[in-house]
Nanobody
Framework: VQLQASGGGLVQPGGSLRLSCVVS????????MGWYRQAPGKPRELVAG???????NYADSVKGRFTISRDNGPNTFALQMNSLKPEDTAVYYC?????????WGQGTLVTVSS
């Protein structure tokens, strides 16, 4: 299983970005998928995820601002980020769990700054 994340960049506070993750390889039997982030000096944290099919969960800090979705392609999922804040600055990683094994994308940097 390989994951390719894209869509990061520099955005002003209050702006929006859309991250996308393409999953390739053996994609059947994927249980969970989601987005994590890691800011400098901080541990990696869950931002948003799908569990048990279509159930979603979000970090409290992003509820109402971020939305995880499955994109048009069968093996693509996205993170729409609105009303971005400087504290959202981090490297964002997409992640899937398949048969108990976790796979990570390479990370995409999101910088929120004026």
């Amino acid at each position: 299983v390989q994951l390719q994340a894209s869509g990061g960049g520099l955005v002003q506070p209050g702006g929006s970005l859309r991250l996308s993750c393409v999953v390739s390889g053996t994609v059947i039997r994927i249980n969970d998928m989601g987005w994590y982030r890691q800011a400098p000096g901080k541990p990696r944290e869950l931002v948003a995820g799908f569990t048990n099919g279509d159930s979603t969960n979000y970090a409290d800090s992003v509820k109402g601002r971020f939305t995880i979705s499955r994109d048009n392609g069968p093996n693509t999922f996205a993170l729409q980020m609105n009303s971005l804040k400087p504290e959202d600055t981090a490297v964002y990683y997409c992640n899937v769990v398949r048969l108990g094994k976790t796979y990570w994308g390479q990370g995409t940097l999101v910088t929120v700054s004026s």
